[in-house]
Structure formats: structure tokens, C-alpha cells
T-cell receptor, first 112, second 115 residues
Framework: GENVEQHPSTLSVQEGDSAVIKCTYS??????FPWYKQELGKRPQLIID?????GEKKDQRIAVTLNKTAKHFSLHITETQPEDSAVYFC???????????FGTGTRLKVLA | NAGVTQTPKFQVLKTGQSMTLQCAQD?????MSWYRQDPGMGLRLIHY???????DQGEVPNGYNVSRSTTEDFPLRLLSAAPSQTSVYFC??????????????FGSGTQLSVL
């Protein structure tokens, strides 16, 4: 079945620096790739997503890139702020399967 | 709109007990699902539904039952709780039943401990 690997498991950056989280998926038919942010004790919330017909998508300080050939996608956060500290999950889904397979999460700490 | 509502927020069970985790949404979403979250393992899909009367298994369905009698409700049943089912459980829903991939709206979670 589909498998999604996520790295790193923890990431510490200085405030103002950039953070990059990478995910690799196994099913070449996957075509939807969302990213969720989960603050401590809270529910996961979608922050950005990308479909397979697009190579990059940006939303202010957040961007996601997709390399279909290599089967990996990445989350980029620029000018990090303390409120970016959270656990980030990537996921992959294939049309018609109704399943979202999540990565194991990255705990991001932004140091002031 | 209340969104996705889960009850209870916390629950402690003894091994072998049964219970039902409740999930309700008021957004007229066709797709509903249950995940469990364990440290270092991310979110794993237990069961999902694409509409009333339709359910299917996810990655880790053993030990759990679901049913979908209405669009709004999607309860998760533990028939005989085991310590391995200690976890945080999230219900999630989305508009689409086409399987094209849509934003998931999560409930606030249920922290379950099985002793």
C-alpha cells in the first residue's frame, strides 16, 4: 500500500531563518499532497496543499514544491516566527481511493 | 456551524470494556473518517465513509467497528478494548466523495487510555 516517509522528525531553527520539511511517497498514482499543522494539544489544520498538475504553490511565507519524477514533495517556511512552532504532517492521496496517508510528522521549534 | 464535534474528550477504560467514540459534523460533508495518533507514527486511518450506509477499512481497522446511518454522524466502536488501543483519536470530514482529495476538517480529538 501507499507509504509516506517524512524527514526530519525534529527541526530547530532560529527565528527569521527558513525551515524545510521533506516527504517521499511510494504510490506513483498519488495526485494530492496536503500539509497539516498541529499545535500542542490542538487538532491538525490544513495550511497548504498541492495537486500533481502543479510543481509549486505559495501562500505568503509558506510554499510547497512537488517533484513527481522523484516522488517527493517539500514544505518551505520562510522568515520563521515563534508561532510557527508546531508539528507538521505531510500526506498523500490518490484519486478514487478516499484514503489520506500521513507521514510521521516533524516537530518544528523556532528559537527566539 | 460547530464544525466537527467529538465526544468524549477524555476516556479511561479497562481491558475488555467496550465504548463508542462519537463524531458529528454539521457541514453536510459526505466524507468522514477516523484516525489514531500515536507518538512517532503520525496519523493512521482506521475507517472511512463516503456517505450514509457506506463504510470501508483504512490502514489499521482491527478492533474497531463503524457505521454511518446518517450524513452527520460517524461513531467509532471499540468492542473489547486493549492496551494497544491507547491513543488519541481524531475524526475528520471533507466535502468531497469523489476521491479527488480535499481539505480535511478535524475534530478536537479524544484521548483514550486502556488500562
Amino acid at each position: 500500500g501507499e507509504n509516506v516517509e517524512q524527514h526530519p522528525s525534529t527541526l530547530s531553527v532560529q527565528e527569521g531563518d527558513s525551515a524545510v520539511i521533506k516527504c517521499t511517497y511510494s504510490d506513483s498514482a498519488s495526485n494530492y499532497f496536503p500539509w497539516y499543522k498541529q499545535e500542542l494539544g490542538k487538532r491538525p489544520q490544513l495550511i497548504i496543499d498541492i495537486r500533481s498538475n502543479v510543481g509549486e504553490k505559495k501562500d505568503q511565507r509558506i510554499a510547497v514544491t512537488l517533484n513527481k519524477t522523484a516522488k517527493h514533495f517539500s514544505l518551505h517556511i520562510t522568515e520563521t516566527q515563534p508561532e510557527d512552532s508546531a508539528v507538521y504532517f505531510c500526506a498523500a492521496s490518490t484519486s478514487g481511493t478516499y484514503k489520506y496517508i500521513f507521514g510521521t510528522g516533524t516537530r518544528l521549534k523556532v528559537l527566539a | 456551524n460547530a464544525g466537527v464535534t467529538q465526544t468524549p474528550k477524555f476516556q479511561v477504560l479497562k481491558t475488555g470494556q467496550s465504548m463508542t467514540l462519537q463524531c458529528a459534523q454539521d457541514m453536510n460533508h459526505e466524507y468522514m473518517s477516523w484516525y489514531r495518533q500515536d507518538p512517532g507514527m503520525g496519523l493512521r486511518l482506521i475507517h472511512y465513509s463516503v456517505g450514509a450506509g457506506i463504510t470501508d477499512q483504512g490502514e489499521v481497522p482491527n478492533g474497531y467497528n463503524v457505521s454511518r446511518s446518517t450524513t452527520e454522524d460517524f461513531p467509532l466502536r471499540l468492542l473489547s478494548a486493549a492496551p494497544s488501543q491507547t491513543s488519541v483519536y481524531f475524526c475528520a470530514s471533507s466535502y468531497s466523495m469523489t476521491g479527488l482529495g480535499e481539505k480535511l476538517f478535524f475534530g478536537s480529538g479524544t484521548q483514550l487510555s486502556v488500562l
